[in-house]
């Protein structure tokens, strides 16, 4: 399938905060991932669209180190995430929320905080002020802050998990599948919270397949079909392409 490149933005100029360099993935004999390349450059939202199996839950596990290319390179802030391990990854500036949100359902709301605090654990002062930052986003978390997570609402317990993994200090910020299981007005929220995110400095790739939702907030987006990129370019400009209205927009 050949790649189709709509008008690149301004902002590409310059190093990109992520960028994935024709990469090739495998799950045992089986390649997933086809020469895929992916950009984003600093204070960036990018969203990575497509249906089930197109490959987007397996591009944000290449990214954290739980999977290894066969071919092709990884990079953060212009420096290879080759061999380095999730741990090392993670201490290095990128957090990622995964899919079904997985907080910790008996440990409290502030308990929940303090396990995404950790791998900083030792700078009170910026755990302590990313903790006003979390609060400041989402006030109900401070309201709720000795509750269980168990107990939250779904919305409630998406915000955890996205305030976990801004607990960890994050330059760049990975979502899988945020809007999974919340209602219309909830996604709305969340992704105005995930542009607020981004605002306060932070780059974002967010991998959807709720589609409008991803790429009405988004500067850049990836269409992935069959582990390929199908289509890129700019947000608002990919929402008026024919095949992604027709395939991913309902039009």
């Not at 990469?23 to 450059?41: H, P, T």
């Not at 303090?114 to 989402?138: I, N």
């Amino acid at each position: 399938m050949m790649q189709a490149v709509l008008t690149p933005p301004d902002v590409q100029a310059g190093t990109a905060e992520l960028e994935l360099s024709h990469v090739d993935v495998f799950y045992g004999k089986v390649q997933i991932l086809f020469d895929l390349s992916i950009r984003a450059m600093p204070g960036q939202i990018v969203a990575v669209i497509g249906a089930n199996g197109a490959g987007k839950s397996t591009t944000l596990n290449l990214i954290v180190g739980r999977l290894r290319p066969s071919a092709g390179e990884v990079s953060f802030r212009g420096r290879s995430l080759q061999q380095r391990s999730v741990e090392q990854i993670v201490a290095s500036g990128i957090a990622c929320v995964p899919q079904r949100r997985r907080i910790f359902s008996t440990l409290t709301v502030r308990e929940n905080l303090d396990v995404g605090a950790y791998v900083r654990r030792h700078d009170k002062g910026a755990v302590q002020a990313t903790l006003d930052e979390v609060f400041e986003l989402f006030p109900v978390l401070e309201r709720k802050a000795g509750e269980m997570g168990g107990v939250l609402s779904g919305g409630e317990q998406q915000m955890l998990a996205i305030a976990r993994g801004l607990m960890a200090g994050p330059r760049l910020l990975l979502l899988d599948e945020p809007s999974m299981g919340l209602s219309p007005k909830l996604t709305t929220e969340m992704f105005l919270d995930i542009r607020r995110i981004a605002r306060a400095g932070r780059t974002v790739v967010i991998v959807e397949q709720n589609a409008f939702a991803a790429l009405s907030v988004a500067d850049h987006g990836y269409v992935l079909e069959g582990g390929r990129v199908a289509l890129e370019g700019p947000a608002a400009q990919l929402m008026r392409d024919d095949h992604v209205r027709a395939a991913y927009l309902g039009a």
